[in-house]
């Protein structure tokens, strides 16, 4: 608990933040009232006990944590805005460097509060208020976050929500395993509030995704029945209870809830996690499920009146107390210091001294004898606590440096059992030890799993094989912890590799880089573009030879006429010479169909005639059926009288190229 609840009213951190009043407090912090004096903002600042803030493994991990929750971005979480650590020259010395943490302001109350006003609540109000923690714990635990204590001091309801109702968000992501990192709470504090800790936060101190599903499986429980499923006068109980008993259904404190809902509850508080959903997701999508078929809408949550905090006139930090939230009838009632043992509490009182009366004397023997009886079961009571909670942990040894054997006989002196993982490094050589998790100077159970780090050294560039594809070669690059790029204005032309696919990377396969550096991703473009060869004037048929050669395919396109080419000779093509396509197009050939004007002079009329009609030419002034048609000529027999026609000129002159079906005429003696 912080011990700075007078002094830091008016404090203004990191010269930034003003505090101006307590909202509330816990075993390991203080939330107070602030503001945020650059952007004038109003804040929520809970500044961590000063015992923190000398411990380099809680500082490392604090900032840490600090980073990961507030890259949570979701409308039920509670905004994690700055961390920071202030330092105050003129405070005591164990007050100088406060550790803080700087959220969003919710104005309301919390869960805790609503359900001390209202006890059980109404079925839609519960299942709306779980859905939204749900989706909360959802979204961290996609983003690799768990909270670790999930309870109903954390969830906040504030004003501002659906419906004229309350927001409700969830506060103090990775805090708790922030304080885990410390060597001087680990031993000697629960970390987490026993009414809502999942068995194995109990029995081996793990936490992980289906803790929060055990831990929501509880506060569901409570929001249903008012109360949470155990309670009793020690902390030990109650975790002895978790580890030992199954949840009871809530429909044995409340009957009127559906079968479905003790269905739910109780497998979400499996004792074995591999029992419960897998995560929040998962919980958050069977409670939905359930909710449409028994046909339960969602409504606004009403936004409680928080308490006034209390302050007491004076704070103590006792070594040999635990900070438990111990739960009673009424429900958790906060943090409290409660003694290891109990041998100093309830012991009776000493005998009277010899001269009191006579029955006094003669009780004496046998109080004598329950006393030596109370004593040694309160010893043994006081034992049995050191050992549950503290005296079975011990200290994970620092391994950085060691190979993976040096590592392992370290961790089994320390009576933990080694597990190994593998990670990229770019300092670390291959096969020496990073880190363990939990970190070295942590507390854990003897015989807890401890996992050791070992270097995988430096990333190598994947095997990227010519041909493989864009998003093959992506993912390689990925899974080596690299970058890939891809600019296509590297890519290339190529022959041999399909256009899309993968050419080369560079740096080459097998080279050992940063993690994080980049590859470059050349792809093939298919094959480069060539020029149409110039095929006008050519045969038809040596056209499409030639233009087969060059890799393309030639097709008849059509026919045209050109004074400059003779008939069955190309004209042009389409594309057009020397146009730069891709192999394999298709080529359209135009063939000229110009008609060469024979020679008729000196010829019959009649073989004239038929020398035109040949070449696909008619005479001028005649008709298709070869009669005079009046304007030329003399005559269309070729005999006139008794003598014979003969052609002595024409027009156009032999050799002249015309268009096919063109007219000629004729000059003709007699």
């Known amino acids: 608990m912080t011990r700075t609840d007078d002094t830091l009213v008016g404090a203004l951190l990191d010269r930034r933040y003003r505090v101006d009043g307590l909202l509330a407090r816990g075993g390991m912090s203080s939330v107070y009232r602030g503001l945020d004096t650059r952007l004038d903002r109003p804040v929520a600042i809970k500044i961590m006990d000063s015992r923190f803030a000398d411990d380099r493994s809680f500082v490392e991990r604090f900032e840490r944590e600090a980073r990961s929750a507030a890259k949570l971005h979701h409308p039920h979480v509670v905004a994690v805005h700055d961390q920071g650590f202030d330092l105050s020259p003129g405070a005591p010395a164990d007050q100088q460097r406060r550790a803080f943490l700087v959220m969003e302001l919710v104005d309301g109350g919390t869960l805790r509060d609503l359900l001390d006003q209202r006890g059980a609540l109404a079925l839609p109000l519960a299942l709306t208020i779980a859905e939204n923690v749900l989706s909360a714990l959802g979204a961290a635990h996609d983003a690799g976050l768990v909270h670790r204590d999930v309870k109903p001091e954390n969830v906040l309801i504030g004003r501002g929500g659906a419906a004229g109702g309350g927001v409700v968000k969830v506060g103090d992501f990775g805090l708790v395993r922030a304080v885990a990192a410390t060597g001087n709470t680990t031993g000697s504090v629960i970390l987490g509030t026993v009414a809502y800790l999942s068995p194995e936060q109990v029995t081996t ?64 508080t499996r004792r074995d996690p591999e029992a419960r959903p897998a995560n929040a997701g998962a919980f958050l999508a069977e409670l939905r499920r359930i909710r449409e078929d028994l046909g339960i809408v969602t409504t606004a949550v009403p936004v409680p009146a928080p308490p006034e905090p209390e302050i007491p006139d004076a704070e103590r930090t006792v070594p040999s107390l635990q900070a438990v939230t111990v739960p009673t009838a009424g429900g958790p009632t906060g943090t409290q210091a409660l003694p290891r043992s109990s041998s100093a509490q309830g012991a009776p009182e000493p005998a009277p001294e010899d001269g009191a009366d006579g029955p006094s ?201 050109s004074a400059d080419v003779a008939g069955g000779h190309v004209v042009r093509t389409d594309p057009a010479a020397e146009e730069t396509v891709e192999q394999g197009q298709r080529i359209g050939v135009y063939v000229s169909n110009a008609v060469d004007v024979p020679d008729v002079k000196g010829r019959p009329l009649p073989d004239a005639r038929q020398l035109l009609s040949d070449a696909g ?54």
């Open 361 to 561: 004397r003669r009780r004496g023997p046998w109080l004598a004898l329950w006393l030596v009886v109370a004593l040694l079961f309160v010893g043994g009571v006081g034992a049995g606590g050191w050992w549950f909670l503290s005296g079975r942990y011990v200290d994970v040894p620092d391994i950085a440096g060691m190979d993976r054997q040096q590592a392992a006989e370290a961790l089994r002196q320390a009576e933990l059992t080694p597990t190994f993982g593998e990670e990229r490094h770019n300092t670390v050589p291959a096969g020496t030890s990073i880190r363990t998790d939990p970190p070295a100077g942590a507390r854990a159970l003897q015989g807890a799993q401890v996992t050791v780090m070992v270097s995988l050294g430096k990333p190598v560039v994947p095997d990227i094989q010519s041909g493989m594809s864009l998003e093959q070669a992506r993912q390689a690059v990925e899974q080596a912890q690299l970058n890939p790029k891809h600019d296509e204005s590297t890519d290339q032309y190529s022959t041999d590799v399909e256009e899309g696919s993968v050419i080369s990377v560079t740096p080459q396969p097998g080279t050992q880089v940063n993690i994080g550096a980049d590859v470059t991703i050349v792809v093939s473009k298919g094959p480069e573009p060539t020029p149409v060869p110039s095929v006008a004037g050519m045969p038809r048929d040596q056209a499409f030879t030639t233009l087969q050669q060059a890799g393309f395919e030639p097709y008849d396109a059509g026919e045209e006429f």
């Open 617 to 670: 030419l008619r005479v001028a002034g005649e008709s298709d059926d070869g009669g005079d048609g009046g304007d030329g000529g003399d005559g269309g027999g070729g005999w006139d009288g008794d003598r014979f026609v003969f052609v002595v000129g024409q027009s156009p002159e032999p050799g002249t190229r015309v268009e096919k079906g063109s007219e000629v005429a004729l000059n003709t003696l007699p």
């Open 205 to 268: 101190g793990s936490a992980g995704e289906a803790g929060d599903v055990y831990s929501a499986g509880v506060l569901l429980y409570e929001m249903l029945t008012g109360q949470v499923p155990y309670t009793a006068d020690t902390p030990i109980s109650v975790a002895y209870r978790h580890v030992n008993d199954d949840v009871p259904p809530p429909s044995a404190s409340r009957a009127d809830l559906p079968p479905a809902l003790d269905e739910l509850v109780q497998r979400a």
